[in-house]
């Protein structure tokens, strides 16, 4: 997979410069995660389909 370059804060990343979270990345079959603080240490991908249901489940506890 090659390295994307439409990374993603979230809105909840906090004050300042909000480098304080992940960042995400979307291709069409694959999300890529990075640490906002250490992006050059390297990525996590997930099958699109596995991230969703993730967020999903996280917003049902919200």
């Given at each position: 997979m090659n390295t994307p370059?439409?990374?993603?804060?979230?809105?909840?990343?906090?004050g300042g410069d909000g480098n304080s979270c992940v960042?995400?990345?979307?291709?069409?079959?694959?999300?890529?995660?990075?640490?906002s603080k250490a992006p050059a240490y390297g990525t996590l991908t997930v099958p699109?389909?596995?991230?969703?249901?993730?967020?999903?489940?996280?917003?049902t506890r919200l």
């Open positions: 370059d439409n990374w993603r804060k979230s809105s909840y990343s906090g960042e995400v990345s979307g291709r069409r079959t694959h999300i890529a995660i990075r640490d699109a389909e596995a991230f969703s249901l993730f967020i999903a489940a996280l917003k």
